[in-house]
Structure formats: C-alpha cells, structure tokens
C-alpha cells in the first residue's frame, strides 16, 4: 500500500486543478492565435483578385546566359507566370487552412477521451493497492501518452503545410526582387537605346537641313 499512500498524499483535486491551470495558462489566450485566421483568408482573396490583372514571368533563366544558370525554384511550380504563382499560393493555403481544419478536429477527438482515462487513473490510484497499481496503473497512461504522441504527429502535419506556404511566399518574394533587378536593368537599356535613337535622329534632320540648304545655294550658282 506504500505507493497508494504516497500518492493520496500528494495529489488532492484542487492540486490538480491548480497544475492544470498553471500549465495551461500559456495557451489561455486563444484569440490572439486565432484573429490571424480571417485575415489571411482576406488576403487570400485579395491575391485571386490581383491574379486577374496583367502577367508577367518572374523566370530570369530565360533573360540569363548559358555560361550562368540560374538555381531552379523550389517551390515555385509556375515561375513564367506571376498570376500562377499567387493562383499556387492561394491554394497553398488553402490546402494548409484545410489540414488545420482536419487535423484539429482529430485532436480534439482524441484529447476528448484523455479525461476518462485520467478518471481511471486516479481512481485506480486512490482506490488500488499496490498490485493493483502496478497492474493497471501503466496502461492508462500508455493510452495517453499514445493520444499525446498522435496529436504532436497531427500538429507537425498541420505545422508542415504551413511552413510550406511560408516557404513559397518568401521564394516568391526573392523572385519578384530579383525579377524587377533584371527588368530595371533592361528598362535602362532600353531608355538609353531611345536615348541614342533620339540622339541620331536630331543629328540626321540637322544633317538634312544642311544638305537641303547647299543644295538650294547651288541651284542659285547654277541659275
């Protein structure tokens, strides 16, 4: 009866409250990691409504030299479309809000059964002899650590799709950078094209001017 004892003397229920309570606080102030939610999903509307407008590539492999080639993307499924881009981020996150939405209601079917077994544990502690204990006692805390097991492997899932989208936005977003670096760079060129272009085209209308007015002083030598 020693481990009985020990145990009725040392766990009461208002103990366990207020250890539940103080492991818990943490993770108290569910709104602040809810209020995002909504948000993002705005944002995902926002992107489909600007995927409708102008296309453009963010594939600079296409603008580079063969003696420089460029690192393929690793994320990014559709680099010569902008609007594809933002349309595979949007169904990233959806397919990440979607495994969320799944994977929580798992663990919470999971976690639901966890005070019954909890139940049978103190009861068994309070109640059991020693046998008793060390008999029962261990399978009702594998059946637990079994749920706690499940639930972390369903919110790494849920953790995953979402380091996912996070991934791809950041590979967009150096893309995009560095895409507006290589069509900088051809929109200088190409200014100073118009430049030279402008350049050559006063100097042959002055070119012309000259030539109309020799031409029109030696028609007079010759009359």
């Given at each position: 009866m020693e481990i009985a004892k020990t145990s009725q003397s040392l766990t009461t229920a208002s103990e366990m409250r207020e250890t539940t309570q103080m492991l818990m606080q943490p993770n108290?102030?569910?709104?602040?990691?809810?209020?995002?939610?909504?948000?993002?999903?705005?944002?995902?509307?926002?992107?489909?409504?600007?995927?409708?407008?102008?296309?453009?590539?963010?594939?600079?492999?296409?603008?580079?030299?063969k003696d420089s080639p460029q690192k393929p993307f690793e994320y990014i499924k559709y680099p010569d479309s902008f609007r594809a881009c933002l349309m595979q981020v949007c169904n990233s996150g959806w397919h990440a809000f979607n495994e969320a939405h799944k994977n929580?209601?798992?663990?919470?079917?999971h976690t639901s059964t966890v005070p019954v077994y909890m139940k049978a544990a103190v009861k068994i502690l309070f109640k059991g002899n020693d046998e008793v204990i060390k008999t029962l006692l261990p399978n009702q805390l594998e059946n637990i650590r079994t749920?706690?097991?499940?639930?972390?492997?369903l919110a790494?899932?849920?953790?995953?799709?979402?380091?996912?989208?996070?991934?791809?936005?950041?590979?967009?977003?150096a893309a995009c950078v560095n895409a507006e670096c290589i069509y900088g760079d051809e929109l200088d060129k190409v200014k100073m094209?118009?430049?030279e272009a402008k350049t050559k085209e006063k100097t042959a209308r002055e070119?012309?001017?000259?030539?109309?007015?020799?031409?029109?002083?030696?028609?007079?030598?010759?009359?």
């Open positions: 108290a102030n569910w709104e602040e990691y809810l209020t995002p939610a909504p948000l993002s999903i705005a944002i995902m509307g926002e992107l489909i409504f600007i995927s409708s407008g102008d296309d453009f590539s963010i594939n600079p492999s296409k603008r580079d030299s929580m209601d798992q663990i919470r079917i749920i706690a097991d499940e639930c972390v492997t790494d899932s849920v953790e995953k799709k979402y380091m996912d989208v996070i991934n791809l936005i950041q590979e967009l977003l094209k118009l430049r070119l012309t001017k000259r030539s109309e007015k020799a031409f029109e002083a030696m028609s007079k030598q010759l009359e």
